[in-house]
């Protein structure tokens, strides 16, 4: 049979999507899984951030206790909570960091997409770098293998449409939080589910599959 397709909702700065995309990884080859990344912001912009957490001093506290939880969650623990609280720099929103996996999966493709995804969330939640800064997420896409004249050009001129693209594919799924995974086209499920609940769930999804086309398992 053809891989199945797992489609990827996350936000770069989501410790939750840190969680849960080496466990999807793990799985990719052991179930035949086609994962293809999609970008989906919670918040983008510091406007939102306060809407949303009343002061960007209270959205870094708040985020940083769903980082706790996140790092007892982890199944190798990578997190630094201390390291990002000691930073003197805003917490930043998530639009800039989308922004550039759109352009390195203009660049790159899917791969190029998954490849900086994962560069900027270690960037972010393993070493306390900030990822709304400019610089910052060119200086990673650069250390990621991208060409930086090429990163700068997609970043400003494709990026943007990719981006909204995403996010109104996962509006229409009316999807309200990350990470998500589209299952098959069919089966939407949320949250950093454990290894093994994640297994289950895609084996689970994978077996209607072969029910609805017939195919003999």
């Not at 080496?22 to 809407?51: C, G, T, V, W, Y």
């Not at 997409?113 to 560069?119: Q, S, T, V, Y």
Request: one cysteine or more; aromatic letters at 6%; glycine letters at 6%.
């Amino acid at each position: 049979m053809p891989p199945l397709k797992i489609e990827f909702f996350h936000d770069v700065v989501c410790a939750w999507c840190f969680v849960l995309a080496p466990r999807l990884k793990l799985l990719q080859a052991e179930l035949n899984l086609d994962i293809q990344h999609r970008s989906f912001i919670l918040q983008a912009s510091r406007e939102a951030m306060i809407e949303r957490f009343g002061s960007m001093p209270e959205a870094k506290a708040t985020i940083l206790g769903h980082w706790l939880s996140c790092s007892h969650a982890e199944d190798t623990k990578r997190i630094d909570i201390e390291g990002m609280r000691r930073q003197t720099f805003e917490y930043p929103n998530g639009l800039l960091a989308g922004l550039a996996c759109q352009a390195a999966s203009a660049l790159g493709g899917n791969a190029g997409h998954e490849n900086l995804f994962d560069r900027l969330q270690e960037a972010h939640l393993v070493h306390s770098r900030n990822i709304g800064d400019r610089d910052t997420v060119l200086a990673v896409a650069a250390e990621a293998g991208f060409d930086p004249a090429a990163f700068a050009l997609a970043l400003e001129h494709q990026a943007p449409a990719l981006l909204e693209h995403d996010l109104a594919e996962g509006r229409r799924l009316n999807i309200s939080s990350v990470p998500s995974l589209l299952i098959d086209g069919r089966f939407m499920i949320s949250g950093a589910l454990t290894f093994e609940q994640l297994r289950r769930t895609i084996t689970l999804a994978r077996a209607g599959r072969e029910q609805a086309t017939g195919v003999a398992r």
